[in-house]
């Protein structure tokens, strides 16, 4: 079955400092591979998802993030973080064939200080 | 606009009465999930539906019921709610192949079950 963690479940960074939040998966094979974003009182959006080639893959509102199949990992980043980022985001991965679904991750919430 | 419409926004009932939480998206949407998202769990799949009639259990499916009579709706019916169903609802739709597409949430349903 496939599965997702994502080990901080609250982050604190500084407006215009860099970010990165971990998400590891499990998976046998290739996974698809997710990030979400929620804004307080707001349904999910789309930020980014790689389902093959390219591991490096560019999303909405700056972010990316790094596919890396030796560490089962898919972490998101920012170069630059803004006050307006602050919000839950939630890794998922989808694989199951048949069932089409998509396991989230626990979320991590972000905060910015000013 | 293209949107996924959830309603209520909030909801509180009592223990047994029978509730259903509508569901409706305008982009012709082939598939369509629940999901409830509940404190350190992130989002769990309740059920989902690949088309017209087509519904299948997601994770959690226990205590609540779907039906996709039409493309545009997929009501989430909780015939005899409990405390523990007390969680924070989203809807869900894609074009089709649910995980390999862009998933459209709605903005959440918050229900108390006293």
């Known amino acids: 079955a496939q599965s997702v963690t994502q080990p901080d479940i609250h982050i604190t960074v500084s407006e215009g400092a860099s970010l990165e939040l971990r998400c590891n998966y499990s998976?046998?094979?290739?996974?698809?591979l997710f990030w979400y974003v929620q804004s307080p009182g707001q349904g999910l959006q789309l930020l980014l998802k790689?389902?093959?080639?390219?591991?490096l893959v560019q999303g909405i509102k700056g972010f990316e993030a790094e596919f890396k199949r030796s560490q089962s990992s898919f972490n998101l980043r920012k170069p630059s973080v803004h006050w307006s980022d602050a919000a839950e985001y939630f890794c998922a991965v989808a694989g199951d064939t048949g069932r089409r679904a998509l396991t989230f991750g626990s979320g991590t919430r972000l905060q910015v200080q000013p | 606009e293209a949107q996924v419409t959830q309603n209520p926004r909030y909801l509180i009932t009592v223990t047994g009465k029978k509730l259903t939480v509508t569901c409706s998206q305008n982009?012709?949407?082939?598939?369509m999930s629940w999901y409830r998202q509940d404190p350190g769990l992130g989002l769990r799949q309740i059920y989902y539906?690949?088309?017209?009639?087509?519904?299948d259990k997601g994770d959690v499916p226990e205590g609540y019921k779907v039906s996709r009579k039409e493309k545009r709706n997929f009501p989430l019916i909780l015939e005899s709610p409990s405390p523990n169903q007390t969680s924070l609802y989203f809807c869900?739709?894609?074009?089709?192949?649910?995980?390999?597409?862009?998933?459209?949430f709605g903005s959440g349903t918050q229900l108390s079950v006293l």
């Open positions: 790689y389902f093959s080639g390219d591991t």
């Open positions: 539906s690949m088309n017209v009639e087509v519904t």
């Open positions: 982009m012709n949407h082939e598939y």
């Open positions: 869900a739709s894609s074009l089709s192949l649910g995980t390999a597409q862009k998933l459209f």
């Open positions: 998976y046998g094979a290739t996974p698809y």
